[in-house]
T-cell receptor, first 115, second 112 residues
Framework: GNSVTQMEGPVTLSEEAFLTINCTYT??????LFWYVQYPGEGLQLLLK?????DKGSNKGFEATYRKETTSFHLEKGSVQVSDSAVYFC??????????????FGKGTLLTVNP | DSGVTQTPKHLITATGQRVTLRCSPR?????VYWYQQSLDQGLQFLIQ???????AKGNILERFSAQQFPDLHSELNLSSLELGDSALYFC???????????FGSGTRLTVV
């Protein structure tokens, strides 16, 4: 079946530090890949996405590149801010769809950015 | 506002009780998904409905059930509640074809 593995947290950084959160996946075919963010007390919001190999998703300074050869979709940001403190989820949407349209999530990584 | 509305936002109830969580999907979306988020299990897919019909089932307990009504809103019924059912329950919706989830802000259930 499909699965997503992301790095264990929590991750604690100082403001303006470089961020990497690793994500690898297992799936058949060519899934779409996503990063979602959950701020304290809120639901999940789509941060960025990529639908095919070598696509780069980007939003709010965050980037992730769909690497089929390494089955990875690592999240990066060059300079984090306190406001980026949240839980980040990597997710996979199966290519085939069919009757199984559900997103498969990783366990989430808690990021705390200190001033 | 994401367009997906979940009520109530918070719910506190006793063990053995039954509760109903409600979700109104974003306008035009035909699919509704329910997820459970707990500290130890992360985000677990429970069930999906598409235009009133059950489409996929995940790790949903037999004590839990759901349905989607003709107006496309959905309800998740949790019965014989146990302490371990305490969690955040999220609803998400997507258009026909399943691509492009939008999540609600969740219902926090506390079983005491």
């Amino acid at each position: 079946g499909n699965s997503v593995t992301q790095m264990e947290g929590p991750v604690t950084l100082s403001e303006e530090a470089f961020l990497t959160i690793n994500c690898t996946y297992t799936a058949t075919g060519y899934p779409s890949l996503f990063w979602y963010v959950q701020y304290p007390g809120e639901g999940l919001q789509l941060l960025l996405k990529a639908t095919k190999a070598d696509d780069k998703g980007s939003n709010k300074g965050f980037e992730a590149t769909y690497r089929k050869e390494t089955t990875s979709f690592h999240l990066e940001k060059g300079s984090v801010q306190v406001s980026d403190s949240a839980v980040y989820f990597c997710a996979l949407f199966p290519f085939s769809g069919g009757s199984n349209y559900k997103l498969t999530f990783g366990k989430g990584t808690l990021l705390t950015v200190n001033p | 506002d994401s367009g997906v509305t979940q009520t109530p936002k918070h719910l506190i109830t006793a063990t053995g009780q039954r509760v109903t969580l409600r979700c109104s999907p974003r306008s035009g979306d035909l699919s509704v998904y329910w997820y459970q988020q707990s500290l130890d299990q992360g985000l677990q897919f429970l069930i999906q409905y598409y235009n009133g019909e059950e489409r996929a089932k995940g790790n949903i307990l037999e004590r839990f059930s759901a349905q989607q009504f003709p107006d496309l809103h959905s309800e998740l019924n949790l019965s014989s509640l146990e302490l371990g059912d305490s969690a955040l329950y999220f609803c998400a919706s997507s258009p026909k074809g399943g691509y492009g989830y939008t999540f609600g802000s969740g219902t926090r259930l506390t079983v005491v």
